[in-house]
């Protein structure tokens, strides 16, 4: 019989990890819910509208940080009015396959709720651990990363959450970037555990932003310092 391909050797270790409750947690970036929900290109240039000069230069979070150093509140409206009250369509079944492939601990880097709705589809209900409480319990973090469970998924939407009426949380401008990552903060330090004690499964979002490398860097030294590398 011919090998597999590598891949499918990958998915079906994953499945066994999932199946068997090792700890396993889904990483989900704007991938994910697009195009139900606008993708990066597009909110930049929604947010130049907000500061009125369409040829300013800058990333996203640059961007971000003009538009809500001149509008804040008019950022949070029109976050609303991108993100706010979606109803899974286009995304619907890449949303429910998660669910249903077994992922129990979920890190959205996602503002919208479309994660929720598959949930409810699957008839499961949906915890939110607060990030702050995470750090400073750790032994509450690997409890859920030990035992995930089956009737409940547990969601850290980690830049913030957008529901019908508000904007919450929200980390988008470079300012709220490098606060909400900021060495010895509560966020890098539950990232760095979640990365140490679990497989992380990406989706939707490809990895390579600086503070993603340098969470990774962090873990490759906690390694190494314990000889597991």
Request: with cysteine; proline share 3%; charged share 25%.
């Amino acid at each position: 019989m011919a090998t597999p391909p590598i891949h499918d050797l990958a998915f079906l270790g994953l499945h066994t990890a999932l199946r068997q409750g090792h700890p396993v947690v889904a990483l989900i970036g704007a991938g994910m819910s697009i195009p139900d929900c606008v993708d990066a290109n597009a909110l930049r240039t929604h947010l130049l509208g907000v500061i009125g000069d369409h040829e300013a230069v800058g990333d996203l979070s640059q961007v971000a940080q003009r538009a809500w150093d001149h509008d804040a509140e008019g950022v949070r409206t029109l976050l609303v009015a991108c993100f706010g009250g979606k109803s899974p369509d286009k995304t619907k079944e890449r949303y429910r396959a998660l669910v249903r492939a077994g992922f129990r601990v979920i890190v959205s880097l996602n503002y919208d709720t479309l994660l929720d709705e598959a949930i409810r589809s699957e008839g499961l209900e949906i915890e939110r651990p607060d990030v702050a409480t995470l750090a400073a319990r750790p032994n509450l973090l690997q409890q859920y990363l030990d035992e995930p469970g089956h009737a409940c998924v547990r969601v850290l939407q980690i830049h913030g959450r957008i529901d019908w009426k508000a904007a919450r949380d929200i980390v988008l401008t470079t300012g709220q970037y490098a606060e909400a990552y900021r060495s010895g903060g509560a966020l890098r330090d539950v990232l760095r555990q979640i990365f140490l004690n679990a497989y992380v499964c990406c989706f939707g979002y490809g990895g390579g932003e600086d503070r993603m490398i340098e969470t990774a860097r962090l873990v490759h030294e906690d390694l190494r310092a314990t000889g597991q590398l």
